[in-house]
């Protein structure tokens, strides 16, 4: 509840963030909510194994801990500068908690109730998405340090219940490459501040060409020690499966434009609308809510996962189409916002059910934590990503045209997302995996050689 709330919350809020910084650059202030997605996706998927080693009470307790500092501090914070690094700490304590909720939900519960857990498991997350918007609206009315005050009873409860579960047996799982994800976290910011200042630097800046240049070295040098060392940030292996390597570009690039909807239509409410914030956050809801619905429809229908991510980024490509044409400043919030946020909504519900289900098909069963957990970083990186090309684009203006290009690229990256959907594939036995395991096929087994497992 805790890492999906603030994704919603902090989103309907920029506007007035901004306005309480008049200092900041509308580059700088995409940080408040990149911080949080690029250190949640460098961390969550070294997290399960340092659960699995130190203990997954004691990683989760720690991730309510550190992501209830981080609330304080971005509620506190004095500056924009002050902000962002808080808001990296919330990062940091959603990947701890997001992974080990689960794993200790599961241990509590015998097998045969697992399904009925994971569902409620999910359902907290489903119901954060949908009242965050009304939620933030009202906080945000009064001032917007308290959606981040907000977390703070919720966390000490959850410490305070936690107290009462059962400590999980340890494994002697080696410990995860952190300079890796530390390498993964600053070639993403790299990239990300790169694009932010593409608009006001130019394409003749060599400040630019400098940041795309080091954001190209720090992620070859991630690559390299996830080839390399024995218990990488990320198990590249993975990727060896080709309807895995297809899930994950298009569950990237459908979170690209995912993230130009969600900060867009909120900006787009506010700032063109001049809509006050609680009217702003009940106008959004109706997205969330229909995702919170097709979700559940898309566990229920009987069609293959490359269907139901083709048909929900198909939904994106007509909402990014119908806003290009029809969303000016004279258009009434019926039927062209609403329809829009609708088929976003839709396709939000659909399309992550497919890619998730579609990747890990492939997959033998003792690899489907890593490649959810890699699939759910590339969702972050590609929000991350949609947040600097809508800053971009709009440059902080507040007319409706200055929109256009974000909702063209919406439909861009809802046609890539379609594209891969449609040539995704399940594997029909389970051999497709088999020459990522097998000895010496590749630099990833250097360490079994000399006879540490890789776990």
């Given at each position: 509840?805790?890492?999906?709330?603030?994704?919603?919350?902090?989103?309907?809020?920029?506007?007035?963030?901004?306005?309480?910084?008049?200092?900041?650059?509308?580059?700088?202030?995409?940080?408040?909510?990149n911080?949080?997605?690029?250190?949640?996706?460098?961390?969550?998927?070294?997290?399960?194994?340092l659960?699995?080693?130190f203990?997954?009470?004691?990683?989760?307790?720690l991730?309510?801990?550190?992501?209830?500092?981080?609330?304080?501090?971005?509620?506190?914070?004095?500056?924009?500068?002050?902000l962002?690094?808080?808001?990296?700490?919330?990062?940091?304590?959603?990947?701890?908690?997001?992974?080990?909720?689960?794993?200790?939900?599961?241990?509590?519960?015998?097998?045969?109730?697992?399904k009925?857990?994971?569902?409620?498991?999910?359902?907290?997350?489903?119901?954060?998405?949908?009242?965050?918007?009304?939620?933030?609206?009202?906080l945000?009315?009064c001032?917007?340090?308290?959606?981040?005050?907000?977390?703070?009873?919720?966390?000490?409860?959850?410490l305070?219940?936690?107290?009462?579960?059962?400590?999980?047996?340890?494994?002697?799982?080696?410990?995860?490459d952190?300079?890796?994800?530390?390498?993964?976290?600053?070639?993403?910011?790299?990239?990300?501040?790169?694009?932010?200042?593409?608009?006001?630097?130019?394409?003749?800046?060599?400040?630019?060409?400098?940041?795309?240049?080091?954001s190209?070295?720090?992620?070859?040098?991630?690559?390299?020690?996830?080839?390399?060392?024995?218990?990488?940030a990320v198990?590249?292996?993975?990727?060896?499966?080709?309807?895995?390597?297809?899930?994950?570009?298009g569950?990237t690039c459908?979170?690209?434009?995912?993230?130009?909807?969600l900060?867009?239509?909120?900006?787009f409410?506010?700032?063109?609308?001049?809509?006050?914030?609680?009217?702003?956050?009940?106008?959004?809801?109706?997205g969330?809510a229909?995702?919170?619905?097709?979700?559940?429809?898309a566990?229920?229908?009987?069609?293959?996962?490359?269907?139901l991510?083709?048909?929900?980024?198909?939904?994106?490509i007509?909402?990014?189409?119908?806003?290009?044409?029809?969303?000016?400043?004279?258009?009434?919030?019926?039927?062209?916002?609403?329809?829009?946020?609708?088929?976003?909504?839709?396709?939000?519900?659909?399309?992550?059910?497919?890619?998730?289900?579609?990747?890990?098909?492939?997959?033998?069963?003792?690899?489907?934590?890593?490649?959810?957990?890699?699939?759910?970083?590339?969702?972050?990186?590609?929000?991350a990503?949609?947040?600097?090309?809508?800053?971009?684009a709009?440059g902080?203006a507040?007319?409706?045209?200055?929109?256009?290009?974000?909702?063209?690229?919406?439909?861009?990256?809802?046609?890539?997302?379609?594209l891969?959907?449609?040539?995704?594939?399940?594997?029909s036995?389970p051999?497709?995996?088999?020459?990522?395991?097998?000895?010496?096929?590749?630099?990833?087994?250097?360490?079994?050689?000399?006879?540490?497992?890789?776990?």
């Amino acid at each position: 509840m805790l890492a999906s709330l603030d994704l919603f919350v902090v989103n309907l809020a920029f506007s007035s963030i901004s306005a309480s910084f008049p200092s900041a650059s509308p580059q700088a202030l995409t940080w408040v909510l990149n911080a949080y997605g690029v250190v949640f996706a460098a961390l969550l998927v070294p997290s399960g194994r340092l659960a699995d080693r130190f203990g997954r009470k004691r990683l989760f307790r720690l991730g309510l801990l550190v992501f209830a500092l981080g609330s304080l501090g971005a509620a506190a914070a004095p500056e924009v500068a002050a902000l962002i690094v808080a808001r990296g700490f919330q990062g940091a304590g959603a990947a701890l908690i997001v992974p080990t909720s689960l794993a200790l939900l599961l241990a509590a519960y015998p097998k045969e109730r697992h399904k009925r857990m994971v569902s409620l498991w999910a359902a907290t997350g489903s119901v954060a998405a949908a009242a965050g918007p009304v939620l933030g609206g009202v906080l945000t009315q009064c001032d917007w340090r308290w959606i981040f005050v907000i977390n703070l009873p919720i966390a000490a409860l959850s410490l305070f219940l936690a107290s009462s579960l059962k400590e999980t047996a340890t494994s002697h799982t080696k410990v995860p490459d952190l300079v890796g994800s530390a390498l993964l976290v600053a070639g993403v910011g790299t990239l990300v501040t790169a694009l932010s200042y593409v608009t006001e630097w130019g394409l003749a800046d060599p400040w630019l060409w400098i940041l795309l240049a080091a954001s190209v070295l720090l992620l070859a040098w991630f690559l390299h020690r996830c080839l390399a060392h024995v218990a990488p940030a990320v198990d590249l292996r993975v990727f060896r499966v080709p309807s895995f390597a297809v899930a994950a570009l298009g569950m990237t690039c459908f979170y690209v434009g995912f993230s130009i909807m969600l900060l867009g239509c909120g900006l787009f409410l506010t700032d063109v609308w001049a809509w006050n914030p609680v009217l702003a956050g009940a106008g959004f809801a109706s997205g969330p809510a229909t995702a919170v619905v097709t979700a559940l429809i898309a566990g229920r229908v009987s069609l293959e996962p490359r269907w139901l991510a083709g048909l929900g980024s198909a939904f994106f490509i007509a909402a990014g189409i119908l806003w290009f044409f029809l969303l000016t400043e004279q258009t009434g919030y019926f039927p062209v916002y609403f329809a829009g946020t609708v088929l976003t909504g839709a396709g939000a519900g659909i399309a992550q059910t497919g890619f998730l289900a579609g990747g890990v098909s492939g997959l033998p069963a003792q690899e489907y934590a890593t490649g959810t957990g890699v699939l759910n970083a590339g969702r972050q990186i590609g929000g991350a990503i949609g947040v600097a090309i809508l800053i971009t684009a709009t440059g902080g203006a507040n007319d409706a045209s200055s929109y256009r290009i974000a909702w063209a690229v919406m439909a861009v990256t809802g046609l890539i997302a379609t594209l891969s959907a449609l040539i995704l594939r399940e594997p029909s036995a389970p051999s497709a995996y088999k020459a990522a395991e097998d000895p010496g096929t590749g630099p990833m087994n250097r360490s079994e050689a000399k006879g540490d497992a890789i776990p």
